[in-house]
């Protein structure tokens, strides 16, 4: 093929890519004015549970805030006590946020993120147990894994998604 028509075709190809691609800025900057709100696979559009589960998370939370961090703990053993309690206060939190899970197609993810909330408790309540036992000072804090992270990121990213900023798991550990 001769080196004009090579150069021809380029210049075409250039071209289109180069309409393309303006065709779809413009397309994301109607959709921008227009008002158009991309949320993720797992926002609740029905806003039920995340306006019922924010105060009993926040209510959760201001206890366990009111306890030292665990890690600030003078010996494993405190330390352990002090995740226990936190870890009950959580649980008697989930209990009550399945109170509110409400009757919609939302409920079947509700459901999936109090349960990897349960395995995150699972998680904590694990790693109490290990400090309490011979060599506590070996003993880490291992989460269970989840979508290529650990669940409690899984856990917190689906809170703030949904507006519950309370419902994250505090970092407390």
Request: aromatic share 6%.
């Amino acid at each position: 093929m001769p080196d004009g028509k090579r150069r021809n075709i380029g210049l075409k190809i250039a071209a289109a890519v180069g309409v393309a691609s303006g065709l779809l800025w413009l397309g994301a900057i109607i959709a921008g004015l227009a008002g158009y709100e991309s949320k993720a696979s797992d926002y609740l559009t029905d806003r039920t549970f995340p306006n019922a589960a924010e105060p009993i998370c926040a209510a959760t939370m201001k206890r366990v805030e009111a306890f030292p961090d665990a890690h600030l703990s003078p010996t494993p053993a405190a330390r352990a006590k002090v995740i226990n309690e936190t870890t009950g206060l959580l649980s008697d939190m989930l209990v009550e946020l399945r109170k509110v899970v409400p009757a919609t197609a939302d409920a079947k993810w509700i459901r999936l993120w109090i349960s990897d909330w349960e395995v995150h408790l699972d998680d904590r309540r694990d790693f109490a147990k290990r400090l309490t036992e011979p060599e506590p000072e070996k003993a880490e804090f291992f989460e269970s894994p989840k979508g290529g992270g650990q669940v409690s990121k899984s856990v917190s990213q689906f809170a703030e998604l949904n507006e519950m900023p309370s419902c994250a798991t505090p970092g407390d550990v």
